[in-house]
């Protein structure tokens, strides 16, 4: 049968169909490999390649994450720190300022009291001595008065003693 | 096709043809190629339909190369590998689709029911297998892989690429001449007896074309597993 097929009667062997074979698998070959195995095998490669960057990329970007994370979380901490000796310098003020306006507040008190004591003082001396001033013009004109009415020896005498009198009271004073 | 009446022949430039096998031929390139071209259109780092079974195909039979021959060596004989299995998967399958056969002789049908064209793909490899063992391990080496395990086994070191390529190639014949013979067979029952073979007929027949289909397929793997066999075979020193 291998004979019946293989070798046609008369011709020998069919040559012509191996060689056509080869030299059309050749070509075959050279078409596939410029269509489609070259382009496509570099796009798998690319693709590799992509897969394999996109992965160390991922792993970067992941550190950068944390590193980032990690930076933000001092900056908070940070922040909390500052609020916190912000607040606590503005208290301190608060009350430095409290206490120094108290004392101011004392003291203007206390010179007010001061001067109204002494301003007091002044009226009194000085309606005193007007009272004293009135009351010495008041008797001398009372005496004057009683002077002119009558004067005899006896109420001579008793007044120049009395007035003696006065004199060294006045004195002792 | 057992007559040889049946091979229409011509002569070109001293040399016999097969109009059969040429015809059968070119329908079989003409399909792997535009299979592939259809497929490889519109390249994408994110693959569409057609680039996905590509990539897939390419895969598999750099996968069956990889399997077989050590580092990065298979890569070498990628490109073959693949050719080579989409083009017997194409011409096994064809003649289950297409037989056409004028005045008595064929024209189209399976080119791998043939001997002569299994017998140049299986040449090819071994060609290959020789080439590859030659160019990596230099001819000393290579030759003296023949002496192994002891110099008496030179006979049979010759012996065996012989049956190698013998084997390698009417393996796939005999599997796809013997399917074709007997749809063939079966098609002839049908029609003989009027209606009723015609019915029973059939579902054989479907039945068949689909094993066929099945082992068409099996035998470009093989093919293509032996070939990487014989090719890693070559590739290291014993």
Known sequence: ?173 | MGDPSSVPTFKFLGLTFNADNVISGLIAFIIVFLLVFALSRKLTMKPGKGQNVLEWIIDFTNGILKGQIPGNEASAFGLYGFTLFLFLFVSNELGLFIQIAVGGKDYVKSPTSDPMITLTFSLATIMLAQFAGVAKLGYKQHFRNYLKPFVFWLPISIFEEFTNFLTLGLRIFGVIYSGEMLLKIIGQMAFSHGIATLIVSVPIEMIWQGFSLFLGAIQAYVFLTLSSVYISRKLEAE
């Not at chain 1, 000085?126 to 008041?138: F, G, I, P, Q, R």
């Open chain 1, 1 to 173: 049968m291998l004979a019946h097929l293989t070798i046609v009667p008369g011709v020998g062997l069919a040559l012509g169909d191996m060689l056509f074979y080869a030299i059309c698998f050749i070509i075959l070959m050279w078409l596939i490999k410029l269509v489609a195995w070259k382009p496509v095998n570099k796009m798998m490669q690319d693709r590799a390649d992509k897969i394999a960057n996109d992965i160390d990329s991922a792993e970067q970007s992941r550190t950068d994450a944390a590193k980032l994370a990690a930076q933000r979380q001092e900056a908070l901490a940070n922040s909390h720190k500052e609020a916190s000796s912000i607040v606590s310098d503005a208290k301190q003020q608060g009350q430095q300022t409290r206490t120094s306006l108290l004392a101011d507040a004392q003291s203007d008190v206390q010179t007010l009291k001061s001067n109204a004591q002494k301003d007091i003082e002044q009226e009194r001396q000085d309606a005193l001595s007007n009272a004293k001033n009135d009351v010495a013009d008041l008797s001398i004109e009372i005496a004057s008065k009683i002077i002119h009415k009558e004067l005899n020896a006896n109420d001579q005498k008793a007044l120049i003693d009395s007035y003696i009198e006065g004199l060294g009271k006045h004195n002792e004073s």
